[in-house]
């Protein structure tokens, strides 16, 4: 079996082995994967953190070995903390890299792909936060474009906004809004819900296809044409702006 890993900024992964095929995922820097399939250019991944496939060129990864893999999947994420930083080749190129971006085998202000060194100086996050910081990096990325397929503070899909603040705070959820919705303690009542609990929201085919990170007071922050806040009730997300509910509240749910 063969692995790989991201050693570029922001790298897209499509639905199918072509530039031109929709976007359905990003791959950041030094998120790495099993590769399921692999032909001339393309190859196509399955990420280690949350098993979300698609495809990736050949010319924006690096293959890894197993042990390396597995020293990956075991250590601690140690996670960029700026909006955008950038990390430093032994020869000064630098490397621009996202909120987020996995640092391998951080230590003293230098990282690891293979036998390349890199030095990064900026902010790390690391381990488990408490509760109440989901709320703190959840602003972060407000007024963010939305964009499908997104997990940066440079465009972010609903979805992907909900996983990268967990992320940041040191918890794993899946990729889409669909699987999100399988993790954690169904909630009855808006009223028994706490900061940073997630409400999911469907379609008239009932069909979950939005979620958002509860606020105090009745609110939610969300991508929706970008990060917003918005007021939550029974119904859904009301968006005094429009002056109408944009999206039909279907369950509640609390993850930590």
């Known amino acids: 079996m063969f692995n790989g890993i991201c050693n570029l900024g922001i790298v897209p992964l ?3 082995p072509s530039h031109q095929s929709e976007m359905t995922n990003q791959v950041l820097f030094g998120e790495h994967f099993t590769i399921l399939e692999k032909d001339k250019e393309w190859s196509k991944i399955k990420l280690s953190f949350d098993n979300f496939e698609g495809y990736i060129h050949h010319l924006q990864f690096q293959e890894i070995s197993e042990d390396i893999y597995e020293r990956i999947v075991n250590d601690e994420y140690t996670l960029s903390n700026e909006i955008i930083d950038f990390i430093s080749t032994k020869n000064n190129d630098l490397i621009t890299i996202p909120l987020g971006a996995n640092l391998p085998f951080y230590e003293n202000n230098t990282l690891k792909i293979n036998t390349s060194i890199f030095n990064f100086e900026g902010k790390i996050s690391k381990g488990t936060l408490d509760k109440d910081k989901i709320i703190h990096k959840a602003f972060t990325y407000l007024n963010t474009p939305y964009l499908w397929g997104g ?40 009223e028994e819900s706490e900061p940073g609990d997630l409400a999911f929201f469907d379609n008239d085919e009932g069909e979950i296809t939005h979620v958002g ?3 105090n007071n009745y609110q939610i922050i969300h991508a929706h044409g970008k990060v917003r806040i918005d007021t939550l009730d029974h119904s859904g997300i009301y968006n005094a702006e429009l002056q109408k509910h944009t999206h039909k509240l279907r369950i509640i749910k609390r993850i930590i």
């Open 213 to 215: 990170i509860i606020l």
């Open 151 to 190: 997990k940066t503070p440079f465009g972010i899909d609903c979805s992907g906004f909900s996983q990268m603040v967990y992320k940041l705070c040191g918890y794993k959820l899946l990729r889409d809004a669909n699987q999100q919705a399988t993790q954690g303690e169904v909630l009855s009542f808006i």
């Open 14 to 16: 499509r639905k199918e």
